[in-house]
């Protein structure tokens, strides 16, 4: 697909020969499939032989993975909410989830304390054991 070295599918079907022959079908499931530009062509029984069996892998850089848990960690946040002052003094926790940006991800620092700004890319990080 799209001169991809390596091939995203390689099958050999030992049973090919109870199948019918005839067009080829693309896609499934319930959502419609769209194709431009397709083109199917028939290639020699030899032509993967060359080729290296390697299993497809799509790497993620490890700052790919820190922004999918920093998604999903993110995603998992709630807000403490103190529904009950008692009296003069109620006293809260502070211990769990806090949400911070670093500096260098965040150069104006009058943004960390406005109540306007949205901080749903901010990191997440757990109190007091950080």
Do not use: C
Request: hydrophobic share 30%; aromatic share 8%.
């Amino acid at each position: 697909m799209n001169d991809e070295p390596k091939p995203r599918i390689d099958v050999t079907d030992r049973n090919s020969d109870f199948a019918p022959s005839g067009p080829v079908t693309l896609g499934g499931s319930r959502v419609t499939t769209e194709f431009k530009n397709l083109s199917i062509e028939s290639l020699p029984g030899d032509y993967l032989n060359k080729v290296d069996i390697v299993a497809y892998l799509i790497a993620t850089t490890k700052q790919e993975e820190k922004e999918k848990q920093r998604f999903v960690e993110r995603k998992a946040y709630k807000s403490i909410k103190v529904d009950n002052l008692q009296g003069s003094r109620t006293e809260v926790s502070l211990d769990g989830k806090w949400l911070f940006m670093p500096g260098y991800e965040l150069p104006d620092e009058s943004k960390a304390v406005s109540l306007s700004e949205n901080d749903n890319n901010w990191h997440t990080m757990t109190v007091p054991s950080f």
